[in-house]
C-alpha cells in the first residue's frame, strides 16, 4: 500500500511536470499575446509591457524562471488583472466553484445512482421509461442550453429564484441544478447498466433464496457491486465539478474559477492560462489518486499492494 | 410489489434527506461570505441605490492603469478631472476652477477649485504632478501613457530616454498647476476630462502602492466612492460627503453587478432589477426599436465599423479596385436589416456627433465622402482590376478572404458584402473567422487580404479617428501611406488655429476616401434600456451613458 501510494505520487509529479511543460510550449506557440489589442499603444509602451512581464527573455529562460517561481508557490501576476495576482484569483475563486460544484455533486450523487437503481429495478417498465428519459434529457441537452431554460422558467416565469449574479445561498441553486444534470445522468445510466448486470448475477439469487429481505439483497448485494463503475467515474467527475464550469459561470454571472479558464486563454494571459491548468491538473490527478484507494475499500479483490490484483 | 414499491421509496427518501442535509450547511454561510451582499429588497427604504450591470470586470480601479470602457465608467464616477462635460457635450471646468492659455497656445495655467478627496484631504495642484508623472513612469507600464504624450517631455521620460524632471507638469503652488504642451493641441482640454489624467492623491499612493485594490484604501475625488469590489461580482458604490458639487447627486449610491452574460443581464433588467442597462444584446435592441419602446434610448457613439483592404496585395493596392468594393456595398441594407441597433450607414471615416470649428456638426460641412453606385462600380472594378493586370477569373481563382474575429454580428456583415460583390461586381470572396487575438496577429503582420476593423474615439475630437492612418502607426493595418495626408494630419496636431486645423482634417478625410484606404461600412450607436423611474441620465458619445447625475422617481 505504501510503496504503491509512493509510486503512484512520483508519477503524479511526473505528469504534472510534463502538464506544465506542455502547456508552457503550446501556449506560446498560439498565435497573439497578452498585450496585443485594437489600440494605438506605441511600440515604446508595448514593450516595456513585455519587459515588465519578462516576456522580452528567451523563451527557454522563461521557462526556467517559471518553474522557479512554481516551486515556491508563486504563480505570478495576472497580465490583465492590476489587482490581483494568480495565487489571489485562485483562492477567491476556487471556494465559490467549489461550493458550486459541492452542490451539484451532492444533487448528482444522490439522485444520480437512485435513479439508475430504480431504472433497473424496474427494466422495461413506466419508472425505468421515465428515469432513462431523464438522463437522456441529462446527457445530451448541453448546460448552456440547461441554464437558459432554468433562468427562463424557474427565474423568469415563475419568480422563484434570481436569474444570476452572486452573494447569497439562493444565487447558487440554479447553477448547481444545471452544473448537476450532466453528472447525474451518466451516474444513473451508468448505474442502471450494472445493476442489471449485477441482478443476474448468482449469488444474488442466492441470497435471495435463502430468504433474505428484496431490500436487504438490494441495499447490501446488489448496490454496493454495482456502484463500483459510479465511483470509477467520480474522480473525473468530482475534478470537473470543483473547478467550475465556464458555460454556467457565465451565464449565471458567477465570480468563480471556471470562468477564467477560457478568458485567459482569449486574453492571452499566460501565467493565468499556466495557473489554472496546473490546479486542474493537481486536482485531477489527486482525485483520481482518491479513487484508486476509494475502489479498494468498497471491492476488496483490487489489491494495491505489489502483487497487484 | 406494495412492498418493493415501499423499500424504493424509502430508498429515494433517505437519498433526498441526504440532500437537503448536504445542501443546507451552505444557507447560514452565505451572509458571512458576503458581507457588502445588497438585494433591493435589502436597501434601506428611501436610499436611491441605481442598480445596473458592467459587463467585464475592472483590470484595475487606478486611473493610471484603465484601459477601457468597464473601468471608465466607474472611474467617471468616482473620480473628476481638471475638466468635465455637461449634458451637452460641451467640456467645462471640473476641480479647474478656471484655466489661462499661453499666447503661443503651449502653456496652460490651471487654477484648482476648493475640492476634497474622499477622506476629506484636498485636492491640490501637487496631487495632479505627482499623477501625470507617475502614469508616465515607464516602471508602471500603463497601458494608456501615450495618452500623455501630448505634455512636453512625457515621451521621453516614457520611452526613457529622458528624465521625469523634463515632463513640463508643474504645481506653482498648492491651487495652480502649469503644464505645457509639445505642440499646440486644440482638443487638450478634452483631453483633462479623459481618464489618465485623473488626479490620485499623492499621499495615498505614497503611502500605500496598493491603494486602488481594496474598498477600504481606495481615495477618488469624484461625486462617488468606491465602498465594495467583491472582485468579478459586484461593486458598490456610495455617495460621496466630500466632493465639492454634492448638491447636484441624487442618488446615495449605484451598485454594478459584473455579469458578462449580455442575455443574462438582459434578463435582469427585464425582471426589474437593474434601473439602466449600457450593454444590449443585438437582438432585443433591435425588437425594442421595432416595438417603439420607451425604455430604449439610441446612444450616439464616436465609432467607425469598417474594412481594412491591405495596400500591399494585388489587386487591393489600386484605388479604383479599392473605390469599387466601396461603391458595391448598400449600406442602408446592413444597418436596417442586419446592425439594426440605430446605427448609421457611413459617410466617411469621422462618425457623426463631433463638432466643429464653429461647433456646428464637424460632418455638415465635409458632407458624404462615401458613393455608392453598383452600375458604376462594376466598371471602375474592371478598370482598376487591368490596371494591375488582373482579370476577374484570376481574382476569383486568388482565394480573397474576408477575415473576421467570430461574432455573429460580424459574421452577417460579412456575408453581406459577400453577396453584394458577387450581385454587383461578379466576385467571389471567402469568410474566415478567427479568435480576435489571431486576427490581430494576422492584421500586424500584413498576413490579410480584406480584414473588418473598428475604432471607438477616446477624445472629442476628430483627430481621435483620423491620426489612425498615419505612415506606420500602429492603428493603420491597412498599410495607408501618403505623405500629403500625413503633412495635413501633422500640421492640424501641430497648431491651435481653430481654421486651419478643421480645414486640414476635411482635406485630409476627403483624401482618405478618395483613396479609399478603408472602406467604411457604419457609424456606431450605443443602444441601451433606462427604466422609465429613472430620470437624469444622458450620453456623451465618447463614454457610456452617465449615471452620475440620475434620479429614481
Known amino acids: 500500500m505504501k510503496r504503491y501510494l509512493l509510486k503512484r505520487l512520483a508519477m503524479s509529479i511526473v505528469t504534472l511536470w510534463a502538464v506544465i511543460t506542455i502547456t508552457f510550449i503550446l501556449m506560446h506557440s498560439v498565435p497573439g499575446n497578452p498585450f496585443a489589442a485594437e489600440s494605438k499603444m506605441p511600440k515604446v509602451v508595448y514593450e516595456n509591457l513585455q519587459a515588465k512581464y519578462g516576456l522580452d527573455k528567451p523563451l527557454t529562460e522563461q521557462y526556467v524562471i517559471y518553474l522557479g517561481n512554481l516551486l515556491k508557490g508563486d504563480l505570478g501576476d495576472s497580465m490583465k488583472s492590476r489587482v490581483e495576482t494568480v495565487n489571489d484569483m485562485i483562492e477567491r475563486g476556487f471556494p465559490v466553484s467549489a461550493r458550486l460544484g459541492l452542490q451539484a455533486l451532492v444533487i448528482a450523487i444522490c439522485f444520480g445512482p437512485a435513479l439508475g437503481a430504480f431504472a433497473a429495478l424496474y427494466q422495461n417498465k413506466f419508472p425505468d421509461y421515465i428515469s432513462m428519459i431523464i438522463a437522456i434529457i441529462g446527457i445530451s441537452v448541453p448546460s448552456f442550453i440547461m441554464g437558459t431554460v432554468l433562468i427562463q422558467f424557474v427565474a423568469r416565469n415563475v419568480e422563484w429564484l434570481p436569474v444570476g449574479g452572486w452573494g447569497e445561498w439562493r444565487h447558487t441553486v440554479l447553477p448547481s441544478i444545471a452544473m448537476a444534470m450532466m453528472p447525474l445522468a451518466t451516474m444513473a445510466r451508468l448505474m442502471r447498466s450494472s445493476m442489471l448486470e449485477v441482478l443476474g448475477q448468482d449469488y444474488i439469487k442466492t441470497a435471495k433464496s435463502k430468504g433474505i429481505t428484496r431490500a436487504a439483497v438490494i441495499l447490501k448485494h446488489a448496490v454496493r457491486n454495482a456502484i463500483l463503475p459510479v465511483i470509477s467515474v467520480l474522480g473525473t467527475t468530482i475534478s470537473n465539478l470543483l473547478v467550475g464550469s465556464f458555460v454556467i459561470e457565465k451565464i449565471f454571472g458567477i465570480p468563480g474559477l471556471g470562468m477564467f479558464f477560457i478568458k485567459s486563454i482569449n486574453n492571452r494571459d499566460y501565467t493565468l492560462i499556466m495557473g489554472t491548468t496546473i490546479f486542474y491538473a493537481g486536482i485531477l490527478i489527486f482525485m483520481l489518486l482518491l479513487v484508486d484507494i476509494a475502489y479498494m475499500f468498497i471491492d476488496p479483490r483490487i489489491k494495491l499492494t505489489k502483487e497487484g490484483r | ?553
Open chain 2, 1 to 553: 410489489m406494495s412492498k418493493k414499491l415501499i423499500t424504493l421509496m424509502s430508498l429515494l427518501l433517505v437519498m433526498a434527506i441526504v440532500v437537503t442535509g448536504c445542501s443546507s450547511p451552505a444557507e447560514p454561510e452565505a451572509p458571512a461570505e458576503t458581507p457588502g451582499a445588497e438585494t433591493p429588497a435589502e436597501t434601506p427604504a428611501g436610499e436611491k441605490i441605481l442598480r445596473t450591470n458592467n459587463s467585464s470586470e475592472p483590470g484595475s480601479l487606478d486611473p493610471a492603469l484603465a484601459q477601457g470602457t468597464h473601468e471608465s465608467w466607474i472611474l467617471s464616477n468616482t473620480f473628476e478631472g481638471l475638466m468635465t462635460y455637461d449634458a451637452e457635450g460641451n467640456v467645462i471646468p471640473g476641480i479647474a476652477e478656471d484655466y489661462t492659455l499661453s499666447e503661443d497656445n503651449l502653456t496652460y495655467t490651471f487654477t484648482l477649485r476648493d475640492a476634497k478627496w474622499s477622506n476629506g484631504d484636498p485636492v491640490t495642484a501637487h496631487d495632479f504632478e505627482f499623477s501625470w508623472k507617475r502614469a508616465l513612469d515607464p516602471d508602471l507600464a500603463a497601458d494608456y501613457a501615450f495618452q500623455l504624450y501630448y505634455l512636453k517631455g512625457a515621451e521621453a521620460y516614457n520611452t526613457g530616454e529622458g528624465s521625469v524632471d523634463d515632463v513640463m507638469v508643474k504645481a506653482l503652488d498648492d491651487k495652480t498647476l502649469e503644464v505645457t504642451l509639445e505642440a499646440p493641441t486644440g482638443y487638450f482640454l478634452e483631453l483633462t476630462a479623459f481618464y489618465t489624467y485623473y488626479p490620485v492623491s499623492k499621499n495615498v499612493v505614497e503611502a500605500n502602492p496598493d491603494w486602488a485594490k481594496e474598498p477600504e484604501t481606495h481615495i477618488g475625488n469624484g461625486p462617488f466612492k468606491l465602498t465594495t469590489w467583491e472582485h468579478n461580482a459586484y461593486i458598490e458604490l456610495a455617495k460621496n460627503e466630500n466632493y465639492y458639487a454634492i448638491d447636484q447627486i441624487n442618488l446615495d449610491g449605484i451598485h454594478f453587478d459584473i455579469i458578462e452574460d449580455e442575455n443574462t443581464a438582459w434578463q435582469k433588467y427585464e425582471g426589474g432589477e437593474y434601473d439602466i442597462l449600457a450593454t444590449l444584446p443585438q437582438a432585443v435592441a433591435a425588437q425594442m426599436a421595432q416595438e417603439n419602446n420607451p425604455e430604449l434610448v439610441i446612444g450616439s457613439q464616436v465609432g467607425i465599423y469598417y474594412y481594412n483592404l491591405n495596400s500591399e496585395v494585388v489587386p487591393f493596392n489600386n484605388a479604383k479596385v479599392r473605390n469599387a468594393l466601396s461603391m458595391a456595398i448598400d449600406r442602408t441594407t446592413i444597418v436596417e436589416r442586419i446592425t439594426q441597433g440605430g446605427q448609421l450607414a457611413a459617410e466617411g471615416v469621422v462618425p457623426v456627433g463631433l463638432t466643429d470649428e464653429t461647433g456646428a456638426e464637424y460632418r455638415d460641412k465635409v458632407g458624404n465622402l462615401v458613393t455608392e453606385d453598383a452600375a458604376a462600380a462594376k466598371a471602375l472594378f474592371e478598370e482598376g482590376l487591368a490596371e494591375e493586370g488582373m482579370t476577374i477569373d484570376q481574382f476569383n481563382n486568388a482565394g480573397f478572404v474576408i477575415l473576421f474575429n467570430t461574432l455573429e454580428a460580424h459574421n452577417k456583415i460579412a456575408q453581406a458584402v459577400q453577396e453584394m460583390w458577387r450581385t454587383n461586381l461578379g466576385i467571389n470572396v471567402n469568410l474566415e473567422n478567427v479568435e480576435f487575438q489571431v486576427k490581430l496577429d494576422r492584421e500586424k503582420a500584413g498576413d490579410y487580404q480584406i480584414s473588418r476593423g473598428g475604432w471607438i474615439g477616446d477624445y472629442m475630437d476628430p483627430m481621435t479617428i483620423l491620426d489612425l492612418w498615419l505612415e506606420g502607426g500602429a492603428f493603420n493595418d491597412a498599410g495607408y501611406a501618403n505623405p500629403e495626408y500625413d503633412k495635413l494630419i501633422l500640421e492640424a496636431k501641430g497648431t491651435a488655429d481653430q481654421d486651419i486645423r478643421f480645414n486640414n482634417m476635411r482635406e485630409a478625410e476627403k483624401m482618405l476616401m478618395e483613396d479609399m484606404a478603408v472602406i467604411p461600412i457604419y457609424f456606431y450607436t450605443q443602444p441601451y434600456a433606462v427604466k422609465s423611474n429613472i430620470e437624469g441620465i444622458y450620453k456623451l458619445p465618447i463614454y457610456y451613458p452617465t449615471i452620475t447625475y440620475a434620479d429614481i422617481k
